[in-house]
């Protein structure tokens, strides 16, 4: 088995002790960080196959889900090409009812290199703290919202209207998550979708130029 193989599978089994072990092993051996973040991601969609199957059940998921931000923790230096630009600062949170922060935290560091000044408001977090999070900072260009769950997707979308509604402006609104579509973005009036975090950062430096 090569090492990104060993990365793959230890991060389905959850084996947070060796994987950060693992994923600097493979470093070393040449791999690529882009394409060892992909073997994480890759796992966890057979995890959540898994799920889907009934063969595992949520305190495996969560196991997988620790194991995968050990490894993403490993690869950060390694990824981010920190832009000398200024873009602004960028609120970001998981929209409320919904615990996954992985997808969020790649989207974070992904922008974080792009240039955006990050706030990070975590996970379950309501269109109120959103908007709070809009007065308290200075310079708020982008606002972006992670949903995973397709029983979240009402959050995304009125936490998109809030933001509307609360008469702040300046800044624009992403959104995005894996059962987020642009045809949903579009229907709720978020300003971008992006499907991945690569394209995240693109979508959002041309949506605050
Ligand atoms: Co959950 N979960 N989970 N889970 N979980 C999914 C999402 C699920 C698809 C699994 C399945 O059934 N196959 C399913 C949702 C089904 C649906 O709604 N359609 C599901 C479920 C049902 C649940 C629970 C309800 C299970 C239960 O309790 N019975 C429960 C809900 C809890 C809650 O949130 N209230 C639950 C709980 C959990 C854990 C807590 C155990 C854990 C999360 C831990 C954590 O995040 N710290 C977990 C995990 C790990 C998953 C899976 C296995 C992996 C998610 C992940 O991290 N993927 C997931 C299955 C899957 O995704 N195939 C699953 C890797 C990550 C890199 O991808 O987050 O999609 P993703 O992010 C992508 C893009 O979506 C995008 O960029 C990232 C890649 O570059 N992106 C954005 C994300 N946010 C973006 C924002 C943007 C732009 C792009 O702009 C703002």
């Known amino acids: 088995m090569s090492k990104i193989e060993e990365v793959k599978s230890n991060v389905e089994a959850g084996k947070t002790k060796l994987i950060q072990g693992l994923v600097r092993e493979a470093l070393d051996e040449g791999y690529a960080a882009g394409d060892i973040l992909q073997a994480m991601i890759d796992a966890m969609g057979t995890v959540g196959d898994k799920f889907s199957a009934g063969t595992i059940f949520v305190p495996e998921m969560l196991i997988a889900a620790k ?33 996954h922060d992985i997808g969020k935290n790649l989207v974070t560091m992904m922008l974080e290199s792009a240039g955006f000044t990050m706030i990070d408001l975590g996970v379950d977090v309501s269109p109120e703290k959103f908007i709070q999070a809009v007065k308290d900072n200075e310079n708020v260009k982008l606002v972006a919202c992670s949903g995973l ?10 936490t998109v209207a809030a933001l509307k509604e609360s008469g702040l402006t300046g800044f624009k609104t992403m959104v995005g998550g894996a059962p987020v579509t642009q045809e949903f973005a579009d229907k709720i009036g978020a300003d971008a979708y992006a499907p991945d975090a690569g394209s995240a950062a693109v979508k959002a430096k041309k949506l605050v130029a």
């Open 149 to 158: 769950l397709s029983t979240t997707m009402p959050a995304l979308q009125s």
């Open 67 to 99: 194991a995968m931000s050990l490894g993403v923790g490993v690869l950060k230096p390694h990824m981010a090409e920190t832009s000398s630009v200024s873009l602004g600062t960028c609120i970001i949170g998981t929209v409320q009812g919904d615990l």
